[in-house]
């Protein structure tokens, strides 16, 4: 079974604060993925990942950036936390070959509160 | 117009009703389709992957409409258990990248 695991469940952080949030994977998957979801909205990808070192931006990458060190990893930063980036992060991975066919596996979220 | 559009419910539905989901698609080069399930405050689960007219597993149907960009996804004989919010999926093709857009959800209420 594919297993993403996200550093923290539940984060509270304040206004102006550099936030990282960690994702790891074990199933050497080459694609890995950042999205916020918020209601009504579903969710929206914010930067991804090709591979080490590799990353591009998705929809909403404005006030963030990540980072690809190793394969299995790959983190979120906010720069500078504001208010309205109050949300759930989903982080996912998907492997390379199949393109389009394959399906992304989850972790299980970081509900993050920027007061 | 969304890439993905959904019809947000809820749909309130009592146990062994029959119950359908439409989605419609706006990038009429989608090749793949997927449905995942995402309960209460949990990660989204892939449920199904649609590749050519549909696909069926158990209780579950998805099935495609290429002309008219849509999917849909039937669940027959509901469980308890089926309540949670269904997402619609399609692959989008961006500069060389493939990306998955989601949509918003639909939620479902089955009670006893």
């Known amino acids: 079974d594919v297993k993403v695991t996200q550093s923290s469940r539940y984060l509270v952080k304040r206004t102006g604060e550099k936030v990282f949030l960690e994702c790891v994977q074990d199933?050497?998957?080459?694609?890995m993925f950042w999205y916020r979801q918020d209601p009504g909205l579903g969710l929206r990808l914010i930067y991804f990942?090709?591979?080490?070192?590799?990353?591009e931006k998705g929809d909403i990458p404005e006030g963030y950036s990540v980072s690809r060190e190793k394969k299995e990893r790959f983190s979120l930063i906010l720069e500078s936390a504001s208010t309205n980036q109050t949300s759930m992060y989903l982080c996912a991975s998907s492997p390379r070959e199949g393109g389009n066919n394959q399906p992304q596996h989850f972790g299980d979220g970081t509900r993050l509160s920027i007061l | 117009r969304k890439e993905v559009e959904q019809d947000p419910g809820p749909f309130n539905v009592p146990e062994g009703a029959t119950v359908a989901f439409n989605c419609t698609y706006s990038?009429?080069?989608?090749?793949?389709f997927f449905w995942y399930r995402q309960d209460c405050r949990k990660e989204p689960k892939l449920l199904m992957s649609?590749?050519?007219s549909g696909n069926e597993d158990g209780r579950f149907t998805a099935q495609l409409n290429r002309a008219s960009q849509y999917i849909s996804l039937l669940i027959r004989d509901s469980k308890l258990s089926d309540s949670a919010t269904y997402l619609c999926?399609?692959?989008?093709?961006?500069?060389?990248?493939?990306?998955?857009?989601f949509g918003a959800g639909t939620r479902l209420a089955v009670h006893p």
């Open positions: 649609v590749y050519s």
């Open positions: 990942s090709y591979d080490v070192k590799m990353k």
């Open positions: 990038n009429s080069a989608s090749q793949s």
């Open positions: 199933m050497d998957h080459e694609n």
């Open positions: 999926v399609v692959p989008r093709r961006t500069g060389g990248y493939n990306k998955l857009i």
